[in-house]
């Protein structure tokens, strides 16, 4: 089993910055993608930002230019720089992340609690 842990939220004024941290433990052998959802009231969760091991990366339009997803492979942890925030940011923000226990054992996507993020105008 793996869990994944989310850090990082708060509440911020308009054009503020958060940074986001969540890292895997448990029975891990491997993880390729991980990646950053959020869900505002009403609303589906939608994709934020992705990236793979090589780190490869992958944005939602709305956020292009003022968030940056980077990871550490050695710690499990995948982060997520929020800057020049907005109010339409705010949301419950997850961490997703595909793991496998062994070479053998198939890819698993596991999600975080999630953190909140409240963006002050």
């Known amino acids: 089993q793996v869990q994944l842990v989310e850090s990082g939220g708060g509440l911020v004024q308009a054009g503020g910055s958060l940074r986001l941290s969540c890292a895997a433990s448990g029975r891990i052998f491997s993880i390729d993608n991980m990646g950053w959802y959020r869900q505002a009231p009403g609303n589906q969760r939608e994709l934020v930002a992705a990236?793979?091991?090589?780190?490869?990366?992958n944005y939602a339009d709305s956020v292009k230019g003022r968030f940056t997803i980077s990871r550490d492979n050695a710690k499990n942890t995948v982060y997520l720089q929020m800057n020049n925030l907005k109010p339409e940011d705010t949301a419950v923000y997850y961490c997703?992340?595909?793991?496998?226990?062994?070479?053998?054992?198939?890819?698993?996507?596991?999600w975080g609690q999630g953190t909140q993020v409240t963006v002050s105008s």
């Open positions: 990236i793979t091991r090589g780190g490869v990366t």
């Open positions: 997703n992340g595909r793991a496998t226990a062994s070479y053998y054992t198939a890819y698993v996507t596991y």
